[in-house]
């Protein structure tokens, strides 16, 4: 079976596709990394808040973060081609054959069930396809959207209000999940 960095996988569901991001997506991916409203709950440090250039990020994501297997990148598109976010696999710990899962949307896709469907492609893909045992994710308190989707699409709750930095001067309080 194979492990997670051995591919940039492409997904599909019904409305969804999931696939390794280009040229092409960059002014999306521009527009949404500018978007305070899509980074209020996330991590100061994500790829895409780190380069002014998308384009740049686009070859960090898959240079530098595949081949360095520090994280895995997928776009999350509508099948008719809209842009509606991206899912991320990070902290990738295969002696535990264990992976983390981040996920964030443009408000355009917002409770639409989006993000529950990408997460779910991404869990069936994780598990039938890769070696992976294990899924965490981590979601800042008052993420509230956040939290329900991890929950809907199978993750218990491991820890609340966990102390964590998250790139900013106070650490962020956060709950833990698995599945």
Same mark, same amino acid.
């Given at each position: ?7 940039? $996988? ?5 409305? =969804?596709? =999931? ?35 998308? =384009? ?106 966990? $102390?964590?930095?998250?790139?900013? $001067? ?10």
């Amino acid at each position: 079976m194979k492990k997670v960095f051995d591919e940039i $996988p492409y997904l599909e569901t019904d409305r =969804l596709i =999931l696939r390794k991001m280009d040229e092409r997506d960059a002014a999306a991916l521009g527009s949404m990394a500018r978007d305070e409203s899509v980074y209020r709950y996330l991590p100061a440090f994500l790829t895409e808040l780190q380069y002014d250039d998308p =384009l740049e990020t686009i070859r960090q994501f898959y240079g530098k973060c595949f081949t360095e297997k520090e994280s895995v990148f997928l776009g999350i598109f509508r099948r008719e081609g809209a842009f509606c976010g991206m899912a991320e696999l990070y902290g990738c710990r295969d002696e535990y054959r264990k992976i983390s899962l981040g996920y964030r949307l443009i408000p355009a896709a917002w409770g639409q069930g989006i993000a529950t469907e990408a997460v779910l492609r991404v869990i069936e893909y994780l598990y039938h396809e890769t070696d992976t045992g294990i899924i965490t994710a981590s979601v800042i308190t008052e993420n509230h959207a956040s939290a329900n989707v991890l929950r809907k699409t199978g993750f218990q709750m491991t820890a609340a209000a966990v $102390p964590e930095d998250w790139g900013f $001067p106070e650490q962020r309080i956060v709950d833990k999940w698995f599945r």
